[in-house]
C-alpha cells in the first residue's frame, strides 16, 4: 500500500480451501492407525473464497452479503487474520476488530426488538 493512500484493507486474489474428508476417522486410535498406514485419505477440496480482490477505503463503510455457505464469514475471519488463507494477498493498514457472531449476547427467549431495548439499556 502506498503511505499516502487511504486504503485501509485490500485483498489481492484471495483464495481459502477446506477439505472435506470422505470418511472421519470415529476414534483417535482409528486417525492414528491411518496415519501411520497412509490409506483411507480420501477428500474433496471445497473452495470457500476464489481470487478475492477488492479495496477499502478509509471512512468507507462495507456490507457482505451473500446466501448461506457463499463465504461471507470466511472473508472476515481471513481479513481478521483469525483463518490462514490458501493464496493470495491481504495488506491492511490499522488495526482490525471483529464482530462475527450476530448472536453474540443476545437472549433466544426474548424477540429480536426486546433484545435491542436490553442492549441499549445496559450501554453507559
Not at 84 to 110: C, K, N, Q, S
Amino acid at each position: 500500500m502506498d503511505p499516502v493512500s487511504n486504503e485501509v484493507l485490500r485483498f489481492e486474489g484471495v483464495w481459502r480451501r477446506y477439505r472435506r474428508w470422505e470418511r472421519r476417522p470415529g476414534s483417535l486410535k482409528e486417525a492414528f492407525v491411518r496415519f501411520l498406514r497412509r490409506d483411507d485419505w480420501a477428500y474433496e477440496d471445497f473452495w470457500a473464497l476464489q481470487g478475492i480482490s477488492l479495496s477499502i477505503q478509509r471512512g468507507e463503510v462495507v456490507g457482505v452479503c451473500g446466501a448461506n455457505g457463499s463465504g461471507k464469514s470466511t472473508l472476515l475471519k481471513v481479513a481478521a487474520r483469525i483463518l490462514p488463507m490458501t493464496h493470495g494477498r491481504i495488506t491492511v493498514r490499522g488495526r482490525i476488530a471483529t464482530w462475527l457472531d450476530l448472536g453474540t449476547g443476545f437472549l433466544p427467549e426474548l424477540t429480536g426488538r426486546e433484545n435491542i431495548v436490553l442492549w441499549d439499556s445496559a450501554r453507559p
